[in-house]
């Protein structure tokens, strides 16, 4: 598959922030009086906006999941964003698709802000020509969004030379709805099944993987 442009998905693809995700919800939903969630749950919440996955697993209105995910950023500042992981394997992969002549960029609904401290913090950020994410005010914030955005920044003039690496569904709609295509990877928090019939052009086990699809 050759693609000059790569765009990356942040969670469930470059870093593993499961733990900070799960600790800010379980905060918040104390805070908010709610009985906490199962782990199963709690997964579907990485990767589409904090707001829908609020409104869709419980039953919440728009301004009621807005309010939820003002408590869980609040959680998610103090100490969620310090609680991830690089994922194996992840610098390297970067690393040679740079020195390939890749563009790299990021497009994630995770709070743009968010997503540049922790990569600040991998010494990771250099890599990337453009980080697209969401801001803390919502809106705008769907993947398709900040991939558009992305897309935008760099100027990119054909589309077939695009490609979004990402862990979940989320990824593949986002893709779809921007017309480009979508490297599953199977490390994250997705579904093999549910990626290859939603549409994932390919699917990579490991990040070496996703460098010898795009070789």
Known sequence: ???????????????????????????????????????????????????VSFEKYLNMSESQALFATSVFRKYYKQKGTYLHSLYFGVEEMLNNLKSKGKTLAVATSKPEIFAKLILENYNLKNYFSVISGSNENG?????????????????????????????????????????????????????????QKNGAKMLAETPQEVVDLLD
């Open 1 to 51: 598959m050759k693609k000059n442009y790569v765009f990356f998905d942040f969670d469930g693809t470059l870093v593993n922030s499961s733990e900070g995700i799960f600790y800010s919800i379980d905060k918040a939903l104390k805070e908010l009086k709610l009985p906490p969630l199962p782990i199963s749950v709690k997964r579907k919440f990485i990767g589409p906006p904090l707001e």
């Open 139 to 195: 809106g705008d914030n769907a993947k398709k969004d900040v991939l558009k955005r992305a897309i935008s920044l760099l100027n990119v003039k054909d589309l077939n030379d695009c490609v979004l690496v990402g862990d979940t569904v989320n990824d593949v709609f986002g893709a779809g709805e921007v017309g480009i295509d979508c490297i599953g990877v199977l490390y994250g928090f997705g579904n093999k099944d549910e990626l």
